[in-house]
């Protein structure tokens, strides 16, 4: 099946800008995700991109996809200590329109 | 906004006690999920349901049920929970195959 890896911890300094990698093994995956999870609480989408674009800019988010090496990046401009959390990376099952895979998520400290 | 609660914030129970953890969604959802999470693991999908009284297994379904019987609401049921059951369960809900809504998590301790 899917395989989505990502590595288990970051820490950036505040002001820094912070790059979060994931790899996923399914070429067919249609949209793939990041999605984040504040201490104590659930998930929340960040944002998303589609197979057929390799870059998606939102304010200080930054998402970068190749296709051709199945790798996916978050890059946070300016990290401030509310970015402090756990960032899934999940790729949407192909052949199906309801399931996610996910990583195992990569937290991200921010040092002041 | 959606919103996606959980009836429970913690849970603890004993192993062999029936437990049955709820989650209704508010925004008329077709297709709602299970997950739990363990550190280093991720987010493993326990079982879906893509409308009412149906159901599909997830990745990890052994020793767990779900019950679909409205729309809005999906229980999970663990028929006589073990110690190996220890961790967090993640309701979430979608529309299509649109992104997921997810609420704030159960986080169950199985003694």
């Known amino acids: 099946g899917e395989d989505v890896e990502q590595s288990l911890f970051l820490s950036v300094r505040e002001g820094d800008s912070s790059v979060i990698n994931c790899t996923y093994t399914d070429s067919s995956s249609t949209y793939l995700y990041w999605y984040k999870q504040e201490p104590g609480a659930g998930l929340q989408l960040l944002t998303y991109?589609?197979?057929?674009?390799d870059m998606k800019q939102d304010q200080r988010l930054t998402v970068l996809l190749n296709k051709k090496d199945k790798h996916l990046s978050l890059r946070i401009a300016d990290t401030q200590t509310g970015d402090s959390a756990i960032y899934f990376c999940?790729?949407?099952?192909?052949?199906?329109?309801?399931?996610?895979?996910f990583g195992s998520g990569t937290q991200l400290t921010v040092l002041p | 906004d959606v919103k996606v609660t959980q009836s429970s914030r913690y849970l603890v129970k004993r192993t062999g006690e029936k437990v049955f953890l709820e989650c209704v969604q508010d925004m008329d959802h077709e297709n709602m999920f299970w997950y739990r999470q363990d550190p280093g693991l991720g987010l493993r999908l326990i079982y879906f349901s893509y409308d009412v009284k149906m159901k599909e297994k997830g990745d990890i379904p052994e020793g767990y049920s779900v019950s679909r019987e409205k729309k809005e609401r999906f229980s999970l049921i663990l028929e006589s929970a073990s110690t190996n059951q220890t961790s967090m369960y993640l309701c979430?809900?979608?529309?299509?195959?649109?992104?997921?809504?997810f609420g704030p998590g159960t986080r169950l301790t199985v003694l």
């Open positions: 991109i589609f197979s057929n674009m």
């Open positions: 999940a790729t949407r099952r192909a052949g199906s329109a309801r399931q996610l895979t």
């Open positions: 979430a809900s979608s529309l299509a195959g649109n992104e997921q809504f």
